[in-house]
């Protein structure tokens, strides 16, 4: 049974930094392509980056780029989204997702405020 599970999302200060985890299991992690997106209130749910099964290729939404990066751990079966600079409009829940298998994980809410 494919399971992700999010965890590491919490309240920040603008400037500030948080790591998202997602912990896969019931699939062949290695060899599957991961991705993170995020939706705010009151919008749709955007791509925020995408990494390659070996971890060699990764894009993101031009709204993060040089803030953010995903990586992966294969060993541990799990992808991380590790965010700088954090600003007021990054604010949204950002789930993990599975392309190949269409998957979405639960999600963590992310809260970037004063």
């Known amino acids: 049974q494919v399971q992700l599970v999010e965890s590491g999302g919490g309240l920040v200060q603008p400037g500030g930094s948080l790591r998202l985890s997602c912990a896969a299991s019931?699939?062949?992690?290695?060899?599957?392509?991961m991705s993170w997106y995020r939706q705010a209130p009151g919008k749709e749910r955007e791509l925020v980056a995408t990494?390659?099964?070996?971890?060699?290729?990764?894009n993101y939404a031009d709204s993060v780029k040089g803030r953010f990066t995903i990586s992966r751990d294969n060993a541990k079966n799990t992808v991380y989204l590790q965010m700088n600079s954090l600003k007021p409009e990054d604010t949204a829940v950002y789930y993990c997702f599975i392309p190949s298998l269409w998957y979405w994980g639960q999600g963590t809410q992310v809260t970037v405020s004063s």
């Open positions: 019931g699939f062949t992690f290695s060899n599957t392509g």
């Open positions: 990494i390659t099964s070996a971890g060699s290729s990764s």
